[in-house]
């Protein structure tokens, strides 16, 4: 069970204090909207935090609690800002960030990798995107507690910010024409953008990046689940450092 607050007095005192990581706020449909509902409603898009209309049958693991309709899921991390990580001094070092990850055990199994793997950060968005709940903490093995997680309102402007510091992109898409060996990785700081399976890379994104990369395949089946897929890369990329 991820870590909740519960109930319209609660979550509005949490949005206030802003002490506490919110994940997102669940809304039941079957509530009626009150004074105490609207300014739920209106903290949430001030502070950036994702709310959502749910069915009734989405609060049935919440049963015992008198949540009134209205649950915060809660990090079990504070998030890193990206602007405090870029003030960092970084040396051939890496980032990953992930566009529209939906799966927990997913970002969980990325993040252990990312650690072993020595990558400096992890970016995520606050939207259309899994963010850590407690699911991604045990997958992770107590990774999560080695790496920052840093997350942003929008990938577009983060990668923008990253170019802007001297960091070099590099994006997967299936249809690239170079391979992901291809790249040279170990003389700059580079960030490498993992999409969903379904979705991959956003087209936005790749715009933005300098180089596009492909795992080539020997059978024309399913793509590699993402965890597995940036095991691939990342692991070149140690390769490469290692080699030099």
């Given at each position: 069970?991820?870590?909740?607050?519960?109930?319209k007095n609660?979550?509005?005192?949490?949005?206030?204090?802003g002490?506490?990581e919110?994940?997102?706020?669940l809304?039941?449909?079957?509530i009626?909207?009150?004074?105490?509902?609207?300014k739920?409603?209106?903290?949430?898009?001030?502070?950036?935090i994702?709310f959502q209309?749910?069915?009734?049958?989405?609060?049935?693991?919440y049963?015992?609690?008198?949540?009134?309709?209205?649950?915060?899921?809660?990090?079990?991390?504070?998030?890193?800002d990206?602007?405090?990580?870029?003030?960092?001094?970084?040396?051939?070092?890496?980032?990953?960030?992930?566009?529209?990850?939906?799966?927990?055990?997913?970002?969980?199994?990325?993040?252990?990798?990312?650690?072993?793997?020595?990558?400096?950060?992890?970016?995520i968005?606050?939207?259309?995107?899994?963010?850590?709940?407690?699911i991604?903490?045990?997958?992770?093995a107590g990774?999560?507690n080695?790496?920052?997680i840093i997350?942003?309102?929008?990938?577009?402007n983060?990668v923008?910010?990253?170019?802007?510091?001297?960091?070099?992109?590099?994006a997967?898409?299936a249809?690239?024409?170079?391979n992901?060996?291809d790249?040279?990785?170990?003389?700059?700081?580079?960030?490498?953008?993992?999409?969903?399976?379904?979705?991959?890379?956003?087209k936005?994104?790749?715009?933005l990046?300098?180089?596009i990369?492909?795992?080539?395949?020997?059978?024309?089946f399913n793509?590699?689940n993402?965890?597995?897929?940036?095991s691939?890369?990342?692991?070149?990329t140690?390769?490469q450092k290692l080699?030099n």
């Amino acid at each position: 069970m991820d870590d909740i607050i519960f109930g319209k007095n609660a979550v509005t005192e949490a949005l206030i204090a802003g002490d506490r990581e919110i994940n997102k706020i669940l809304i039941s449909k079957n509530i009626h909207s009150d004074a105490k509902l609207n300014k739920i409603k209106d903290l949430a898009r001030e502070n950036g935090i994702v709310f959502q209309f749910v069915a009734k049958e989405k609060f049935l693991p919440y049963a015992e609690y008198n949540h009134q309709g209205v649950i915060a899921q809660i990090s079990p991390i504070q998030y890193k800002d990206l602007d405090d990580f870029l003030e960092e001094e970084h040396q051939n070092a890496s980032v990953v960030i992930l566009d529209g990850i939906e799966d927990s055990h997913n970002l969980g199994a990325i993040i252990r990798t990312s650690v072993c793997a020595g990558v400096a950060g992890i970016i995520i968005p606050s939207r259309r995107n899994v963010q850590v709940n407690a699911i991604v903490e045990k997958t992770s093995a107590g990774a999560i507690n080695h790496i920052p997680i840093i997350k942003v309102n929008s990938l577009v402007n983060a990668v923008q910010k990253l170019k802007n510091s001297d960091w070099w992109v590099v994006a997967t898409d299936a249809s690239a024409k170079d391979n992901y060996y291809d790249v040279k990785y170990n003389d700059m700081n580079f960030a490498l953008i993992m999409g969903a399976e379904h979705a991959g890379v956003s087209k936005s994104l790749l715009k933005l990046s300098d180089f596009i990369v492909k795992i080539p395949m020997l059978k024309n089946f399913n793509s590699l689940n993402v965890s597995n897929a940036l095991s691939a890369i990342i692991f070149e990329t140690v390769r490469q450092k290692l080699k030099n």
